[in-house]
Nanobody, 125 residues
Framework: QVQLVESGGGLVQAGGSLRLSCAAS????????VGWFRQAQGKEREFVAA??????????AESVKGRFTISRDNSKNTVYMYLQMNSLKPEDTAVYYC????????????????WGQGTQVTVSS
């Protein structure tokens, strides 16, 4: 069992930055790949970024490439994943979710095993 808790959301002006964190706990959590997804009001959930459990494979949605950076820290009992978001735009406004999956090649699909509760990001123009 893996528990995921996101934090770091908030209100920011366009062009600003936020860093989202996802604390993951569970006996084998360090072996899970992690993804960030978002869902804007009235829209479907969409892929944002993902990182394999080793950190070797990293993927971004085209809409955030060059602006967002995903990373992870496996060095502690609680594994932390981060999403550094720079040059934010109003269209980045959404609830952001972290999710974890193991033994899966396609990290852009939302077929993840565990999900956090989400954190709201609002970008004002």
């Amino acid at each position: 069992q893996v528990q995921l808790v996101e934090s770091g959301g908030g209100l920011v002006q366009a062009g600003g930055s936020l860093r989202l964190s996802c604390a993951a706990s569970g006996r084998t959590v360090s072996t899970y790949a992690v993804g960030w997804f978002r869902q804007a009001q009235g829209k479907e959930r969409e892929f944002v970024a993902a990182i394999s459990w080793t950190g070797v494979r990293i993927y971004y949605a085209e809409s955030v490439k060059g602006r967002f950076t995903i990373s992870r820290d496996n060095s502690k009992n609680t594994v932390y994943m981060y999403l550094q978001m720079n040059s934010l735009k109003p269209e980045d406004t959404a609830v952001y979710y972290c999710a974890a999956v193991r033994n899966r090649d396609d990290l852009k699909s939302d077929q993840y095993d565990y999900w956090g509760q989400g954190t709201q990001v609002t970008v004002s123009s």
